[in-house]
């Protein structure tokens, strides 16, 4: 780049699908939900959501194993089996997303090892990442966070106030 470092740009989510993703982490609710957004291959709007089943087994997770269901999230087998074939189709996983019960909506440190390369490659997928926070009554907020090369770390990149 020529001396100024560009942030990130957030994928455009349309509403209908942050509504289809508030319904799951409803859903799910005190568990964490978790999925993902595809649409075009280099384009700036996704399109539509994948839910995925939460598969956290606590004496499993690599970087989590002291967390629960309501804490922490682990895709599926086959959901994360799918999620690798269709990385390199036309629609492509652009956003992983994933709720946290406690009404907030922020990036933990665990969500930060889990999305980043263990080898501090930057990211561990091509996606950026949505974080719904939910509490007993309603969708609270959500977030999306993106990859910075300037930063190497994950960094806000929009935020919805929701009253659902």
């Known amino acids: 780049m020529s001396g100024s470092e ?15 993703i508030y319904a799951h982490a409803r859903e799910t609710f005190p568990a964490e939900c978790c999925g993902w957004i ?14 995925c089943a939460n598969a956290y087994d606590p004496g499993a997770h690599p970087t989590a194993n002291d967390r629960t269901a309501e804490t922490a999230y682990v895709i599926a087998g086959d959901d994360l ?18 709720s946290h019960p406690n009404g907030r909506a922020y990036f933990s440190e665990t969500d930060r090892r889990v999305a980043t390369d263990p080898w501090g ?44």
């Open 6 to 20: 560009s942030r990130p740009l957030p994928l455009q989510i349309p509403q209908h699908v942050l509504t289809e």
């Open 38 to 51: 595809a649409g075009p291959k280099g384009g700036t709007e996704v399109t539509r959501a994948r839910r």
């Open 81 to 98: 089996l799918t999620l690798s074939r269709e990385l390199d189709g036309a629609e492509p996983p652009r956003v992983l997303y994933h």
């Open 121 to 164: 490659e930057g990211p561990m997928l091509p996606v950026q990442q949505l974080v719904v926070g939910i509490d007993g009554e309603r969708v609270v907020e959500a977030a999306l966070f993106a990859w910075d090369d300037a930063v190497q770390d994950f960094v806000e990149v929009s935020r919805w106030a929701v009253a659902r």
